[in-house]
């Protein structure tokens, strides 16, 4: 499975934008960009997932570059209810979700 | 819906027993996963069904663990005989189909605590 970076840790401020971005230089051209989150003490939940487009949903947006070598997850107005650990993953056929290490997004208020 | 159940939420036991996890998927989803996460290691899938039938167990760490799906709307992963290092969070997650963009939806976990 194509391997996915992300920083280990963010900040933001309650009220503002917050960019979560993910490198994925090796996908390949069928790979599916997930996007997971898990809040403290819970089970993670489906946030986002694109191909080729950008894609919104009521939770966050996915903006994915040209060359699809990265992506980025864009909550447009965080909450202290959004502070979690974010997962990028990449998904190419069948259904496994690799998880690697995410991103904590802390939110300050 | 529900969601996905699992059973008991909290576990504790020791060392050399037989632990049982339960799950019911989410209404009409056909694929079923059970993961373990722990501080070390994370998130791992351990095995995945499809229609009741396993399609992938490679991530099972050992013949201590077994998983079964005697139908669409249950499934167990048992240990047996259970050990320290298996204290972890174990979650069940089920999908409609596992094409590579169905979204999984994740049960609560059950925290399993080993002695």
């Known amino acids: 499975d194509a391997k996915t970076t992300q920083p280990n840790s963010m900040e933001s401020n309650e009220e503002e934008p917050v960019h979560l971005p993910c490198n994925h230089s090796?996908?390949?051209?069928?790979?599916?960009i997930h996007w997971y989150r898990q809040l403290p003490s819970q089970g993670p939940e489906y946030v986002i997932h694109?191909?080729?487009s950008n894609v919104n949903n009521r939770m966050a947006s996915l903006a994915i570059a040209e060359d699809r070598k990265s992506s980025t997850l864009i909550l447009h107005r965080a909450t202290l209810r959004d502070a979690a650990v974010y997962y990028c993953?990449?998904?190419?056929?069948?259904?496994?979700?690799?998880f690697g290490q995410g991103t904590e997004l802390s939110v300050k208020p | 819906d529900a969601g996905v159940i699992q059973s008991p939420r909290h576990e504790v036991t020791e060392m050399g027993q037989e632990v049982t996890l339960r799950c019911k998927p989410i209404?009409?989803?056909?694929?079923l996963f059970w993961y373990r996460q722990t501080m070390m290691r994370g998130l791992e899938l351990l095995i995945y069904?499809?229609?009741?039938?396993?399609?992938?167990d490679s991530g099972m760490p050992e013949d201590r663990f077994s998983a079964k799906m005697p139908n669409a709307s249950f499934s167990t992963l048992k240990i047996q005989p259970s050990e320290p290092r298996d204290s972890a969070v174990y979650f069940c997650?089920?999908?409609?189909?596992?094409?590579?963009?169905?979204?999984?939806?994740f049960g609560p976990g059950t925290r399993l605590t080993v002695l």
């Open positions: 997650a089920s999908s409609f189909g596992w094409n590579s963009y169905n979204e999984q939806f």
């Open positions: 090796t996908i390949s051209g069928t790979d599916y």
């Open positions: 694109g191909l080729t």
């Open positions: 993953i990449l998904r190419d056929g069948g259904g496994k979700l690799i």
């Open positions: 209404s009409g989803h056909n694929s």
């Open positions: 069904f499809n229609n009741n039938v396993p399609i992938d």
